[in-house]
């Protein structure tokens, strides 16, 4: 199946910062999708990207699928941006791959 | 309006007994995951349905097995639970795999604890 990295593992923010976080992915993929579990445990949907630019508010994502990578931007933290970032590529197998996350901490 | 929702939100049980965790979503949608989510907050694919018929099955002991009653409902029954079973289990559905886009929804999770 495809491989997934995701960087950084951790990353530590003050409020208002912005970050980048990294998604490589070993195949080529039919879709992207990125994942905010908050302190609570739910799993939010953030983008569907299988290729190209999207935004949505403070976050913007963006995939080169024929790099194999994706990214996640996030302007203007807030402490509500904290928890855990996953990116999940679906390759030809249709077998769905989480990365191992990123874990986001923003301090007031 | 609920789009994915499990019950229980919190099961615990002791070492040896049978437990099932159930999920409904009312999306329409076609097909359905069972995920497990360990200590280290990784998540593993177990299962997935489409239209009430397995399409994945990612090495998972035989003691998990799920049913499809229909295909807005998938459940997941646990025999014989051992402690490194515990952990989260999330529902999700999405529309068939195969078209193009495809996009998972979650349910809130089930923390399921062994003692």
């Known amino acids: 199946g495809i491989q997934v990295e995701q960087s950084p593992p951790d990353l530590i923010l003050q409020e208002g910062a912005n970050s980048t976080l990294r998604c490589n992915f070993s195949?080529?993929?039919?879709?992207l999708q990125w994942f905010h579990q908050n302190p609570w445990g739910q799993l939010i949907n953030l983008f569907y990207?299988?290729?190209g630019t999207k935004q949505n508010g403070r976050l913007s994502a963006t995939t080169v699928a024929t790099e194999r990578y994706s990214l996640l931007y996030i302007s203007s933290s807030q402490t509500t941006d904290s928890g855990v970032y996953f990116c999940?590529?679906?390759?030809?197998?249709?077998?769905?791959?989480f990365g191992r996350g990123t874990s986001l901490i923003v301090h007031p | 309006d609920t789009a994915v929702s499990q019950t229980p939100k919190y099961l615990v049980t002791q070492m040896g007994n049978d437990k099932s965790i159930k999920c409904e979503q009312n999306?329409?949608?076609?097909?359905m995951y069972w995920y497990k989510q360990d200590s280290k907050k990784f998540l593993k694919i177990m299962f997935s349905?489409?239209?009430?018929?397995?399409?994945i099955n990612e090495t998972v002991p035989n003691r998990f097995s799920p049913k499809s009653p229909d295909k807005a409902h998938l459940n997941l029954h646990i025999n014989s639970l051992e402690l490194g079973d515990s952990a989260v289990y999330f529902c999700?559905?999405?529309?068939?795999?195969?078209?193009?886009?495809?996009?998972?929804?979650f349910g809130p999770g089930t923390r399921l604890t062994v003692l």
């Open positions: 990207i299988p290729s």
């Open positions: 195949d080529s993929v039919n879709n």
């Open positions: 999700a559905s999405s529309q068939s795999p195969g078209l193009a886009g495809i996009q998972q929804f």
């Open positions: 999940a590529p679906l390759g030809g197998s249709y077998i769905p791959t």
């Open positions: 349905y489409n239209n009430k018929e397995l399409i």
């Open positions: 999306l329409g949608h076609d097909t």
